[in-house]
């Protein structure tokens, strides 16, 4: 019984080639109450490899989080499948706005204590007591509302280049850093103030609202199924697009482009440029913004030092990297001394405590 992958990244491209299928990349999460999180990880592993399934999915007792892509003439398989799972029967599947066939090339179904990282103690509140969900039109509206304070619920590398029109957007690095932030700056207009939240797919916004009124906030929203499903409404129903830029996503695309704005810029020479990369020198790794010109004569690279190492021999690069840590921390990306461009967010509340 096979219950992990064992094919390369290459070897699964050159599969994915050779099919010569359309795929789709899409994503969705539950929250529910899984008794034996191992056990349904090996159930869904099974069944979809066996559907040509390849992505990120996270199970753990307090449910499901998925991120991936599979051959578009078996998406109708894969949905059945979900209809069989009490929990995730008729679940809304956020497909993405720009396809491409190797956003994912392993299937990773991983067992982890929660199914987004949120450092916070469930038992300590009503996890299912949500804030409201607003559809693409009422979201628009709200947002132009002079007593709404919206709060982009990302990280800053992910609203760097991306976010909604007047959106607070937290110069975080993780989603937790986020939340005892939006409580402190806003301790004095839990009552009077609309609490306005979006992520990517929705997921941080569902335990965030939750946890926001469970702090006192009386007026608690969020955007339904985040900037994706927000993306195909506004292009379905013909609604006012408030989206400036790319919206950042966790697979091979690295973004999806929302609108013609380029809101963000090269992180080494200033110029407008939105495009992650990754250093090239594998001992590095570090994700930034570097322009087609920077990327040329950097080599890739985020630094002169970077470059030198990665120069080297193939071998000569592994000793190097012998007895080192893992100098790609997750939580820095896009952060370092050495980016004289990488733009520093506005302080959380900055421009909501001057306009009162």
Same mark, same amino acid.
């Given at each position: 019984?096979?219950?992990?992958?064992?094919?390369?990244?290459?070897?699964? *491209?050159?599969?994915?080639?050779?099919?010569?299928?359309?795929?789709?990349? %899409?994503?969705?999460?539950?929250?529910?109450?899984?008794?034996?999180?191992?056990?349904?990880? @090996? +159930?869904?592993?099974?069944?979809?490899? *066996?559907?040509?399934?390849?992505?990120?999915?996270?199970?753990?007792?307090?449910?499901?989080?998925?991120?991936?892509?599979?051959?578009?003439?078996?998406?109708?398989?894969?949905?059945?499948?979900?209809?069989?799972?009490?929990?995730?029967?008729?679940?809304?599947?956020?497909?993405?706005?720009?396809?491409?066939?190797?956003?994912?090339?392993? %299937?990773?179904?991983?067992?982890?204590?929660?199914?987004?990282?949120?450092?916070?103690?469930?038992? $300590?509140?009503?996890?299912?007591?949500?804030?409201?969900?607003?559809?693409?039109?009422?979201?628009?509206?709200?947002? &132009?509302?002079?007593? $709404?304070?919206?709060?982009?619920?990302?990280?800053?590398?992910?609203?760097?280049?991306?976010?909604?029109?007047?959106?607070?957007?937290?110069?975080?690095?993780?989603?937790? @850093?986020?939340?005892?932030?939006?409580?402190?700056?806003?301790? !004095?207009?839990?009552?009077?103030?609309?609490?306005?939240?979006?992520?990517?797919?929705?997921?941080?916004?569902?335990? *965030?609202?939750?946890?926001?009124?469970?702090?006192?906030?009386?007026?608690?929203?969020?955007?339904?199924?985040?900037?994706?499903?927000?993306?195909?409404?506004?292009?379905?129903?013909?609604?006012?697009?408030?989206?400036?830029?790319?919206?950042?996503?966790?697979?091979?695309?690295?973004?999806?482009?929302?609108? !013609?704005?380029?809101?963000?810029?090269?992180?080494?020479?200033?110029?407008?440029? @939105?495009?992650?990369?990754?250093?090239?020198?594998?001992?590095? +790794?570090? %994700?930034?913004?570097?322009?087609?010109?920077?990327?040329?004569?950097?080599?890739?690279?985020?630094?002169?030092?970077?470059? &030198?190492?990665?120069?080297?021999?193939?071998?000569?690069?592994?000793?190097?990297?012998?007895?080192?840590?893992?100098?790609?921390?997750?939580?820095?990306?896009?952060?370092?001394?050495?980016?004289? +461009?990488?733009? !520093?967010?506005?302080?959380?509340?900055?421009?909501?405590?001057?306009?009162?």
């Amino acid at each position: 019984m096979q219950l992990y992958n064992k094919l390369s990244a290459k070897e699964r *491209a050159e599969l994915i080639d050779q099919a010569g299928k359309k795929r789709l990349t %899409l994503s969705f999460y539950q929250y529910a109450k899984i008794e034996n999180p191992q056990i349904f990880r @090996d +159930h869904l592993f099974l069944t979809w490899d *066996a559907l040509e399934v390849l992505g990120r999915i996270y199970v753990a007792t307090e449910g499901i989080n998925g991120q991936l892509s599979l051959p578009a003439d078996r998406f109708n398989e894969f949905k059945a499948h979900l209809d069989t799972i009490d929990f995730l029967k008729d679940i809304r599947l956020n497909i993405a706005v720009e396809q491409y066939n190797k956003s994912f090339l392993k %299937l990773k179904v991983k067992v982890r204590n929660k199914i987004v990282s949120d450092g916070l103690d469930d038992d $300590t509140f009503d996890v299912t007591n949500k804030g409201i969900h607003l559809a693409a039109e009422d979201f628009n509206k709200f947002i &132009e509302d002079e007593n $709404t304070v919206l709060v982009d619920m990302r990280n800053h590398y992910e609203s760097e280049i991306g976010h909604f029109k007047n959106a607070i957007t937290p110069d975080v690095d993780t989603f937790r @850093d986020s939340l005892d932030i939006i409580e402190e700056d806003l301790k !004095d207009h839990k009552e009077d103030k609309n609490l306005v939240m979006y992520c990517t797919g929705g997921i941080r916004c569902e335990k *965030a609202s939750a946890y926001f009124k469970h702090k006192g906030f009386k007026n608690v929203y969020q955007l339904e199924g985040g900037i994706i499903e927000y993306t195909r409404q506004v292009n379905e129903q013909n609604i006012e697009n408030k989206f400036l830029g790319k919206n950042f996503v966790f697979d091979d695309r690295r973004a999806e482009k929302i609108s !013609d704005d380029i809101i963000a810029s090269c992180h080494q020479c200033g110029e407008p440029f @939105d495009v992650h990369t990754n250093c090239a020198n594998e001992a590095c +790794h570090l %994700l930034f913004i570097q322009c087609p010109k920077c990327k040329e004569e950097m080599e890739n690279c985020c630094s002169t030092t970077c470059m &030198e190492i990665n120069r080297l021999p193939y071998e000569e690069q592994k000793e190097l990297r012998k007895g080192q840590g893992n100098s790609n921390d997750i939580f820095k990306k896009g952060r370092a001394d050495h980016l004289p +461009h990488k733009k !520093d967010l506005r302080n959380i509340f900055d421009h909501f405590q001057k306009s009162k």
